[in-house]
């Protein structure tokens, strides 16, 4: 069964920084894309980066472009996202997600709420 | 950016009945198209992907049709584990876009 458990939310002030870990299980986690995406409070979702499996090429969303990392360690099965230079308008949940063979995401982790506030 | 609008906003429907949703693309995606199930305080659930392809133990009630820029996803008979909001998202061009949600509530 795949899992993913996601940790590292929390508040933060505005410019400040955090990261994001998801551990995965239950499938052989560098053969597949991963991504974050979010959701601010009441709203919609919005992709924010995604990462491929094999080669580790990876997309932003402009809204996080210069400011987020992506990056995974397939030998601890492991995605982040490092977030730096937090602005009020990041404050949402952020869900881990793993690719199918190919996108788009078929498994979600449980989210983890970020909030940007002084 | 592909921009990816769903129609309604919200539907008002009974258990039993038939009902679809739309999505439109601003431009076309192909049949790179994925639908997604929300419940208030859960992660998304994967519905349909390639515009048409039902995702494991997803139930036949729920089907989805389209190419291009225009997509709707039908549920033959809703059930009370249907009521939820709905996304869709294009994953033809980065960056990847969702739609605003349609949400389905219980008339």
């Known amino acids: 069964e795949v899992q993913l458990l996601q940790s590292g939310g929390g508040l933060v002030q505005p410019g400040g920084s955090l990261r994001l870990s998801c551990a995965a299980s239950?499938?052989?986690?560098?053969?597949?894309?991963m991504g974050w995406v979010r959701q601010a409070p009441g709203k919609g979702l919005e992709w924010v980066s995604t990462i491929t499996g094999t080669v580790g090429r990876t997309y932003y969303a402009d809204s996080v472009k210069g400011r987020f990392t992506i990056s995974r360690d397939n030998s601890k099965n492991t995605l982040y996202l490092q977030m730096n230079s937090l602005r009020a308008e990041d404050t949402a949940v952020y869900y881990c997600a793993k690719e199918m063979w190919v996108p788009p995401f078929d498994s979600w982790g449980q989210g983890t709420l970020v909030t940007v506030s002084s | 950016e592909i921009v990816m609008t769903q129609s309604p906003a919200t539907l008002s429907v009974s258990p039993g009945e038939r009902t679809t949703l739309s999505c439109r693309a601003s431009q076309s995606v192909s049949n790179n198209l994925a639908w997604y199930q929300q419940k208030p305080g859960q992660a998304p659930r994967l519905l349909i992907y390639?515009?048409?392809s039902r995702a494991t133990g997803i139930p036949v009630r729920i089907s989805g049709s389209g190419s291009g820029t225009e997509f709707t996803l039908t549920i033959s008979s809703l059930q009370s584990e249907d009521f939820a909001v709905y996304y869709c998202q294009q994953y033809n061009n980065w960056p990847w876009t969702f739609g605003q949600g349609t949400k389905v509530e219980i008339k």
């Open positions: 390639g515009a048409s």
């Open positions: 239950g499938f052989t986690f560098g053969s597949y894309g």
